[in-house]
Nanobody, 124 residues
Framework: QVQLVESGGGLVQAGGSLRLSCAASGLTLRRYAMAWFRQAPGKEREFVTA????????DYTDPVKGRFTISRDNAKNTVYLQMNSLNTEDTGVYYC????WGHGVPNVSEYDYWGQGTQVTVSS
């Protein structure tokens, strides 16, 4: 049974940092593209960033460029999202997702597995 479990969310003041983790079980992480998406209240789920199955970084959505960094530790079956200089626009539920042999595309429908999400709230 595949499980993706996000953690590390919380309440932070604008300008602060958080590091999200996504622990995977039931799959071999190195075979999967891993992505982070987020969903703000009343909005659609949007792509944040991804790593291809081979470990190459694809892209970051423009609002987070220079502030967020994705990384993975295949030995720990875990993906991370380091988020710096947070602002109120970053508030939302953050989800990790896995795509077998994927290329880190920004399409929700491409991903095979999803975590339950972790809430990030940035106060002004």
């Amino acid at each position: 049974q595949v499980q993706l479990v996000e953690s590390g969310g919380g309440l932070v003041q604008a300008g602060g940092s958080l590091r999200l983790s996504c622990a995977a079980s039931g799959l071999t992480l190195r075979r999967y593209a891993m992505a982070w998406f987020r969903q703000a209240p009343g909005k659609e789920r949007e792509f944040v960033t991804a790593l291809t199955w081979s470990g190459g970084n694809t892209d970051y959505t423009d609002p987070v460029k220079g502030r967020f960094t994705i990384s993975r530790d295949n030995a720990k079956n875990t993906v991370y999202l380091q988020m710096n200089s947070l602002n109120t626009e970053d508030t939302g539920v953050y989800y990790c997702a896995a795509d077998l042999w994927g290329h880190g595309v920004p399409n929700v429908s491409e991903y095979d597995y999803w975590g339950q999400g972790t809430q990030v709230t940035v106060s002004s």
